[in-house]
């Protein structure tokens, strides 16, 4: 299996709850970056994760969390969900991350 | 203040005209810059790195450190070429971050 993939593809989910996002990395990454896309915005980054340590943080709050596994799967976990975490989350891989990234196709998060 | 300045959110340019998407940054260190595309219906994907100096799809895109920029160009814009374009910056001290522009769509008429 090559490429990334994410599930679920669609989710909605109610003000207060938690949710988990999942991200199967390309074969052969060992780095995975999550991001947070808004309708009409550029990708805003989350984290990374290398070798299942995070070693890299945007601007976002510890309710914002995540895993990487030893097969470098990853999840995306938001607790306390509000309604402006609605948005496409995006999930990605690299190799070392310096070399570009890999791209899923996105969860779509609504939160009522 | 790191950032990724994209001006235009909309680009239409003729085929077989020349294309300059722009992109400026904003970071105190040397940065890694890339374009991203994504063609409708598409997953985002990598278009060409700063550090590769490649050209992909007739695109290239210099860094230019004076004036803190990394636009991109093609000298004669294709229909295929439709589609939407971040410019996009790693940054390469401290804590790993990426940060994207806004994104610019460019439309090539037929």
């Known amino acids: 299996e090559t490429g990334v993939t994410q599930s679920p593809t669609h989710l909605i989910k109610t003000r207060g709850q938690q949710v988990t996002l999942r991200c199967s990395s390309q074969?052969?990454?060992?780095?995975v970056s999550w991001y947070q896309q808004a309708l009409g915005q550029g990708p805003q980054f989350i984290f990374q994760?290398?070798?299942?340590?995070?070693?890299g943080r945007g601007n976002f709050p510890p309710r914002f969390s995540g895993l990487q596994f030893p097969n470098y799967s990853s999840e995306l976990n938001v607790n306390a969900l509000e309604l402006d975490d609605s948005a496409l989350y995006l999930c990605?891989?690299?190799?070392?991350?310096?070399?570009?990234?890999?791209f899923g196709s996105g969860t779509r998060l609504t939160v009522v | 203040a790191q950032r990724v300045t994209q001006p235009e959110k909309l680009l239409s340019v003729f085929k077989g005209a020349p294309v300059e998407l722009k992109c400026n940054y904003s970071?105190?260190?040397?940065?890694?810059l890339f374009w991203y595309v994504q063609y409708s219906r598409q997953r985002l994907q990598l278009l060409l790195r700063?550090?590769s100096r490649e050209s992909i799809k007739g695109f290239t895109a210099d860094l230019n450190k004076g004036e803190t920029s990394f636009h991109l160009k093609k000298p004669f814009a294709q229909e295929e070429d439709s589609a939407m374009y971040y410019c996009?910056?790693?940054?390469?001290?401290?804590?790993?971050?990426?940060?994207f522009g806004t994104g610019t769509r460019l439309k090539v008429l037929a």
């Open positions: 990605a891989s690299s190799f070392s991350g310096t070399d570009g990234y890999t």
């Open positions: 074969s052969g990454h060992n780095t």
């Open positions: 994760y290398y070798r299942e340590e995070e070693n």
């Open positions: 970071y105190s260190g040397s940065p890694e």
């Open positions: 700063h550090i």
């Open positions: 996009a910056l790693r940054t390469t001290s401290g804590t790993y971050k990426y940060i």
